[in-house]
T-cell receptor, first 113, second 114 residues
Framework: DQQVKQNSPSLSVQEGRISILNCDYTNSMFDYFLWYKKYPAEGPTFLISISSIKDKNEDGRFTVFLNKSAKHLSLHIVPSQPGDSAVYFCAASAGGSQGNLIFGKGTKLSVKP | NAGVMQNPRHLVRRRGQEARLRCSPVKGHSHVYWYRQLPEEGLKFMVYLQKENIIDESGMPKERFSAEFPKEGPSILRIQQVVRGDSAAYFC????????????FGSGTQLSVL
């Protein structure tokens, strides 16, 4: 039973356009959500996060939106750049989880020049 | 300013052998986490350690797997009597404070069991 789901294994976007990566979760106890980016042969690197008390967090070209009623979050990248091509993982944690992040399976983003 | 260092990057073992994976956290970080990624899957939490203590091992298989983070030296994930199903990428992460969600990951060790 997957608690964090990324239903799109891949996404292809033209450079300069917006990339939207989606993530759904089932556990209502999750109160903190993160996005990690992973290049081949490297470990995941933290990108952006959001607490459940917020519905939006923005950092430069990256914005994460949280819809608690729908148990859905999304990552928007605008404008998309070829260097953004990577696998993006959505992750969630519940209060007091002590570093136990629940990851989705990832979405591979390809940004074409 | 080294990040999390894992070695080896690739490890090949035959069934029944032991695998030892090492992780040196970011300098100053005393909290270490091990995650495993099976092919086409997301990362799965295994264990959380602080210096000399196992804080949460709820994701560790009950048999053959063990982890330690001694006072001196790297954290070690040990897999005894490996089986083909242990083949995966094993990632170590560290954080500066307890139970931080924002983790710093190493590049991983790819374990292949023949």
């Amino acid at each position: 039973d997957q608690q964090v789901k990324q239903n799109s294994p891949s996404l292809s976007v033209q450079e300069g356009r917006i990339s939207i990566l989606n993530c759904d979760y089932t556990n209502s106890m999750f109160d903190y959500f993160l996005w990690y980016k992973k290049y081949p042969a490297e470990g995941p690197t933290f990108l952006i996060s959001i607490s459940s008390i917020k519905d939006k967090n923005e950092d430069g070209r990256f914005t994460v939106f949280l819809n608690k009623s729908a148990k859905h979050l999304s990552l928007h990248i605008v404008p998309s750049q070829p260097g953004d091509s990577a696998v993006y993982f959505c992750a969630a944690s519940a209060g007091g989880s002590q570093g136990n992040l629940i990851f989705g399976k990832g979405t591979k983003l390809s940004v074409k020049p | 300013n080294a990040g999390v260092m894992q070695n080896p990057r690739h490890l090949v073992r035959r069934r029944g052998q032991e695998a030892r994976l090492r992780c040196s956290p970011v300098k100053g970080h005393s909290h270490v986490y091990w995650y495993r990624q099976l092919p086409e899957e997301g990362l799965k939490f295994m264990v959380y350690l602080q210096k000399e203590n196992i804080i949460d091992e709820s994701g560790m298989p009950k048999e053959r797997f063990s982890a330690e983070f001694p006072k001196e030296g790297p954290s070690i994930l040990r897999i005894q009597q490996v089986v083909r199903g242990d083949s995966a990428a094993y990632f170590c992460a560290s954080s500066p404070v307890r139970a931080s969600e924002k983790l710093f990951f190493g590049s991983g060790t790819q374990l292949s069991v023949l």
